[in-house]
Structure formats: structure tokens, C-alpha cells
């Protein structure tokens, strides 16, 4: 069977067998834990987007969106393994690290339960949220792609490439928690994920700047630990992590009627993304490969169709 997901492949692999520095930007400690949370935040969350992506399939008549379902949860599980890798390293295990650990894992729980829900209401709602954040990723993978001066930085090579390429594929897969909401709610969609962001999204910015903190106090080489917005704007020009004030401005747009995720991206920058990632331009022809991968190394083993209630 041949590889469908070389880069990911890669990126895992050098994870595993190469040396690099946790933090990625050497000079620049507030950028690096800034974005070093994705080590934290994001392997439990995207085991979380797995199940309710997965369960939510099962309403999805559109074989085609089907699909692209089964491509954004094989590609979520190599995500969480990846930074699952990182997360592991004893720079991700110090008393305030793991505290923050701990809370982001509690706050996933709350936003998609310990298991499938029966509530099709609850599923809906569900699938807003990962909705929600993945339009914020997308964003973070524009910035990675128009913005980001990794190679001016001299950023750790592996994981610069970490980055970049989960920054591609969030880029590429961006509307396809949309696009089941819309399938799965056609007449509450707007309404749905107007409320998720509203009542997520702040609490989602807050952990995030929470874990940040956390690692820098964690990081015995700084001296000044405190994560000030003036620190964060220095590192933000600099190109070593994305514009807070910036990506909350640009999730605006989301409340729009009219809102799609295939309007945040320019097509310069979407081929951009397609070319990193070397995917083939005609995808149908590996339709049949894809169905036969086996799910169980990509942790989706308690999908199964449920019987929903309202």
C-alpha cells in the first residue's frame, strides 16, 4: 500500500530519530512557548475532533464529504501523535506545564464528553465547536504560509517543519468541519457556530496564553517569565508567532450568513500548501487505498453509529 500522508510520515519519523530543540525560535522564548502549546492543546483536542467528526459522519449522506471526513481524521490522528511526541520531553513536564496540561485536558472533556453522545442536539453543537476552532487553525496555517519567517529565525529545522506542515494540512481541510455542520443542520448552522464562538473561542484564547505562561515559568533559561502583551507584540513582528489582535480580528468573519472557510484562503496561498505537502492533484484515483487503511492506528476504534435522540 503505498503512503498517502508522506509528509506527515516524515515529520513523525524525525520526531522520533532526530535531536532538535523544543523551543523552536532560539532567541525568542515568548514566541517559541507561544507556539510550543500546540504541543499541549492540541493532542487531546484533535482526539476530540476525531470522535465527533466521526460520529457525525454517520448523518452525512454526501459520499464525497464522507470522504473528506475519513481524510480530516486519518490526517487529526497523525497530528495528535506527532505533538504527542514533543509533549513528551521533560521541557513539557514541569510542575506549571503539567497543571496547564492537566486543565486543557479537563476543558476538552467539557467541550466533547468522554465518549459519543446519544443527544443529536449535543452532537450538533459538537460539531460547531470543531468547527469553530478549526477556522481558527486555518488562520494560524495562513500566518505560517504569508507571515512566519522561520528560516530568517534560524528556528529548529524539525520543528519548523512540525509546524509547517500541520500549518498546511489545517489549511487544506479547513472547511470540512463546516461542511458537515451544514449538511447535518442546514437550517442552524449560522445560529450554531455563531454560539460556539462566541462561547468557546474566548475561553480557547485564554487557555492557550494560560499554557504559554506556563511553559515560560517552567523554562529555568529566561529570566523574565512574564508573558507581557508588549513581549507577545515583539515576538508577533517578528514573525515568530502569529498576531493575537490580528487572528481574533479575522474571526469575524465567521458570524457572516454568507461566511464559507474557502474564502479565508487566497489560492496562492492554498497552492502553496498543496505543493508542500505533495498531494496528488487527481485524488479519486485513491479513493478505494484510502478506504482500506486501518483506523485502529489512527485511534478512531470507538467510532461507531449510535441511535440519536433529541
Known sequence: MSNLYPKGTAV??????????????????????????MNILFPSGERGFIRVLGQARFLVKDVELQNRIDDFVRQEAQHARAHSIVAQQSSFCGKHTTRATNITEALVRVMFGRKNTRSHSLLLFRVAIVATIEHLTAEM???????????????????????????????????????????????????LRSVAMLMWMPVFFATWIMCAQALLLDDKTVSKRLLTPARVHRSSRS???????????????????????D????????????????????????????????????????????????
Open 12 to 37: 513523525v519519523s524525525a520526531l522520533r530519530t532526530s535531536e532538535y530543540r523544543h523551543r523552536l525560535v532560539p532567541n525568542d522564548p515568548y514566541g517559541s512557548h507561544f507556539i510550543g502549546v
Open 141 to 191: 496555517g495562513r500566518w505560517a504560509f504569508e507571515d512566519a519567517r522561520f528560516a530568517e529565525l534560524e528556528c529548529d529545522p524539525v520543528m519548523a517543519e512540525l509546524i509547517t506542515w500541520h500549518c498546511a494540512e489545517e489549511v487544506i481541510h479547513r472547511s470540512v468541519a463546516f461542511d458537515t455542520l451544514v449538511d447535518i443542520a442546514p437550517h442552524w448552522h449560522r445560529t
Open 263 to 310: 474564502s479565508v484562503v487566497s489560492p496562492e496561498t492554498d497552492a502553496l500548501c498543496v505543493a508542500y505537502l505533495e498531494i496528488p492533484v487527481l485524488r479519486d484515483n485513491k479513493h478505494e487505498e484510502r478506504k482500506d487503511q486501518d483506523r485502529h492506528d489512527l485511534e478512531t476504534k470507538d467510532l461507531q453509529p449510535l441511535t440519536l435522540t433529541k
Open 239 to 261: 514573525g515568530a508567532m502569529p498576531s493575537i489582535p490580528l487572528l481574533v480580528k479575522r474571526m469575524l468573519p465567521f458570524f457572516r450568513k454568507s461566511f464559507h472557510p
